[in-house]
Nanobody
Framework: VQLQASGGGLVQAGGSLRLSCAASGRTFSTYVMGWFRQPPGKERDLVARINGNGRGRYYKDSVKGRFTISRDNAENTGYLQMNSLTPEDTAVYYC???????????WGQGTQVTVSS
């Protein structure tokens, strides 16, 4: 599976962005998909995760109620809708995929999200 993340950019605090993750391959629907982020000078961590069937979701506490992860398996694409953005959301965002219960094996290139105050 190859992943291509897009949709990052510069936005003012309180604004919104929608990240997309386009996947190649016919097995995308079998994989868990996740969005990670790496703020400047910090480690990369998991922001949100969604199961292959789209029913199970996980969110990092700091983004609950603001971010929504979704996927369209027919289009082999995953999304991260980000609302009410704050400067603390500034980071490089990565999408990843992997088998249920396993590690994230496939990674897209990062897309920069910058939130100005």
């Amino acid at each position: 599976v190859q992943l291509q993340a897009s949709g990052g950019g510069l936005v003012q605090a309180g604004g919104s962005l929608r990240l997309s993750c386009a996947a190649s391959g016919r097995t995308f629907s079998t994989y868990v998909m996740g969005w990670f982020r790496q703020p400047p000078g910090k480690e990369r961590d998991l922001v949100a995760r969604i199961n292959g069937n789209g029913r199970g979701r996980y969110y990092k506490d700091s983004v609950k109620g603001r971010f929504t992860i979704s996927r369209d398996n027919a289009e082999n694409t995953g999304y991260l809708q980000m609302n009410s953005l704050t400067p603390e959301d500034t980071a490089v965002y990565y999408c990843a995929a992997g088998p249920f219960g396993g590690e994230f094996e496939y990674w897209g290139q990062g897309t920069q999200v910058t939130v100005s105050s």
